[in-house]
């Protein structure tokens, strides 16, 4: 049973529109959310992150918010880069686990068109 | 400063056969993780370290898999033995702080399981 759903598994957007990239999850447990960003034959790298405390949190181009009652976050990107084109993963913390155990969504790889 | 550094980056044995990963984490970092990514799923947890002690490893499976991490440095995946259900990405994962402000990950051992 998925506990994190990344239900688009991909995106395409044009250079200079906004991305948006959506994750749902079922743990009410969960008290923090990150955005990872995997190229190809790397590891994810580290983007940005969220507490459940909080409904928005921006850095640079990139906002995650948070719907608690929803269960529901979105990462936006704007404005989109050909060099933002990856794999996309969600991932929470807190749902009962140990710290630092995080639950990964299964990706949605965006493609920014030029 | 220097990466997480895992080798080898690539594995390719033979069903029944065993194999072994290893991980040289971010100097002083306290936390290291062993992930399994298996293609088109997002990384799955399976041990956590904190220094050289296991704080989290229910997700290993312990017939076949093991790790350790001595002297809460360096850290080792084995697998004995492999399944072809076991052909899979494993990543290495260092933090400073139990992962709130992100992981850093390694580039990962791509196995293939014959």
């Known amino acids: 049973d998925q506990q994190v759903k990344q239900n688009s598994p991909s995106l395409s957007v044009q250079e200079g529109r906004i991305s948006i990239l959506n994750c749902d999850y079922t743990n009410s447990m969960f008290d923090y959310f990150l955005?990872?960003?995997?190229?190809?034959?790397?590891?994810?790298t580290f983007?940005?992150?969220?507490?459940?405390?909080?409904?928005?949190n921006e850095d640079g181009r990139f906002t995650v918010f948070l719907n608690k009652s929803a269960k529901h976050l979105s990462l936006h990107i704007v404005p989109s880069q050909p060099g933002d084109s990856a794999v996309y993963f969600c991932a929470a913390e807190g749902g009962?686990?140990?710290?630092?155990?995080?639950?990964?969504?299964?990706?949605?790889?965006l493609s920014v068109k030029p | 400063e220097a990466g997480v550094a895992q080798s080898p980056r690539?594995?390719?044995?033979?069903?029944?056969?065993?194999v072994a990963f290893w991980c040289n984490p971010i100097s002083g970092h306290a936390t290291l993780y062993w992930y399994q990514q298996i293609l088109g799923q997002g990384p799955k947890l399976l041990i956590q370290f904190q220094n050289n002690g296991v704080v989290d490893d229910s997700q290993l499976p312990k017939d076949r898999f093991s790790a350790e991490r001595l002297k809460g440095v360096d850290s080792t995946l084995k697998i004995q033995p492999a399944k072809l259900e076991d052909s899979a990405v494993y990543l290495c994962a260092s933090s400073s702080d139990r992962?709130?402000?992100g992981y850093t990950f390694g580039s990962g051992t791509r196995l293939t399981v014959v």
């Open chain 2, 99 to 101: 992962g709130r402000n």
């Open chain 1, 96 to 109: 009962g686990g140990s710290q630092g155990n995080l639950i990964f969504g299964k990706g949605t790889k």
């Open chain 2, 10 to 18: 690539y594995k390719i044995i033979e069903k029944r056969q065993s």
């Open chain 1, 35 to 44: 955005w990872y960003k995997k190229y190809p034959a790397e590891g994810p």
């Open chain 1, 47 to 56: 983007l940005i992150s969220i507490s459940s405390i909080k409904d928005k």
